[in-house]
């Protein structure tokens, strides 16, 4: 049986990138994404908001810890990936993220050019090692 794992998300970020090393020394950042979408109910005009976490591996995760702060906008074209743990007091918890293969840095508000966002993408890193 085959699968397809793929996710698209525009988003901005609610905080600051925070950015750590692997026990091997590979660079690791996380975010979260606020992903809006906005709907009509009736007459009324709704919106939803969806927060995503991103995990970013190797020069990107530099890059985007570097470039990146809360309320900027961001494109993240990754996997969705499953991650489980257990506790100290025994407790199974589990947590969905997106596994970033390229992150596009949108404009600043300020009036940048929206035809130009940085695009910065590397072959995808795969690791369940976690800082």
Known sequence: MWGFNKVILIGNLTRNPELRYTPNGTPVVNFPLAVNRRY??????????CYV????FGRQAE???QYLSKGDGAIVDGRLQQ?????????????????????TFLPKKSGANLSSP???DE?????????
């Open 40 to 49: 009509r109910q009736a007459d009324d005009q709704k919106e939803e908001v």
């Open 53 to 56: 976490d991103i995990v970013v």
């Open 63 to 65: 890059h985007c810890g």
């Open 83 to 103: 991650r489980r743990w257990e506790t100290e007091d025994g407790q199974r918890r589990s947590k969905h993220e997106v596994v970033a293969q390229s992150v």
């Open 118 to 120: 940085e695009v910065l």
């Open 123 to 131: 072959p995808p890193f795969e690791s369940d090692e976690y800082a």
